[in-house]
């Protein structure tokens, strides 16, 4: 098993994503959340286990700054923009020797389960896998189900399908989206085994919404969030994460991370 002590603490995982820009452009950003500065200052300030960023930003920003040795970077491999209208294929753009001396403690991978592409992405990470595990760091498969055939991507179904895809290509964590509630979501992490499931944050949600969600994913055995979104677009950052991270480090959750105790 590879190890995830570099981007957890006791087990939790609590990550700032903040690879929004290559993915949907500019008009998430405003005056306030456009400067990669401030994303570090924010998850480093708020306790975050790891900071996720596509290459670009990782050499401008992270590696030769004070910042790497203060918060673990996950570093993503791939990606697309929103422009091409097709069907959804996110290619590999960044190796796993460059992540590595980038600084990245780990490398992630976005994959699109039924896209007519499906196949490009898993031979793509398949080799991602293959590399980190030889380098001991850990792989962490975003798995979106999207395409002409799926209809609704947050179903229980299309979910669990999601994290078991990480399962089954040898992911180490699954970055899933929320099916729904507890009952649901608690399938997608028994689904996925001995892969870890961290949620996937999403758009933005009024607080009360996202941390009840963020409450439900912990009781359904996840060992924690990646999110963005919900953080550095709200007001008040720094609030909003201690909230969330009050809920992802709260003990009453450890009997329920259903991963650690089938590892």
């Known amino acids: 098993m590879i190890d995830l002590s570099k981007i957890t603490k006791k087990g939790r995982a609590m990550y700032l994503a903040y690879d929004q820009g290559m993915e949907h452009g500019p008009e998430d950003f405003n005056l306030e959340n456009y400067d990669p500065k401030k994303i570090l200052e924010i998850a480093v300030s708020g306790g975050f286990t790891g900071i996720i960023l596509q290459k670009g930003l990782a050499e401008k920003y992270y590696t030769n700054s004070k910042f790497r040795k203060k918060i673990p970077l996950i570093l993503k491999l791939n990606g697309k923009t929103k422009l091409y209208e097709g069907e959804a294929f996110s290619p590999q753009e960044c190796g796993v020797d460059e992540a590595i001396k980038l600084g990245a403690s780990a490398v992630g991978y976005t ?130 994460s201690e909230k969330i991270k009050s809920i992802i480090f709260d003990k009453k959750y450890e009997k329920n991370i259903y991963n650690q105790t089938h590892s």
């Open 111 to 240: 994959i699109y389960p039924g896209s007519e592409f499906e196949a490009n992405m898993i031979k793509e990470f398949g080799q991602v896998v293959k590399e980190a595990h030889e380098k001991k760091i850990p792989a962490i498969a975003w798995i979106y189900p999207r395409g002409r055939g799926i209809v609704n991507d947050t179903t229980k179904e299309i979910v669990a399908y999601a994290a078991r895809v990480a399962l089954e290509l040898g992911a180490d964590i699954a970055k899933i989206k929320y099916s729904g509630s507890l009952e649901n979501f608690r399938w997608a992490v028994q689904c996925a085994g001995k892969t870890k499931v961290v949620l996937s944050g999403g758009p933005k949600v009024s607080d009360e919404e996202f941390l009840n969600v963020v409450k439900n994913v912990m009781e359904a055995g996840a060992i924690g969030v990646a999110v963005g979104r919900n953080v550095w677009q709200n007001k008040n950052p720094l609030k909003i």
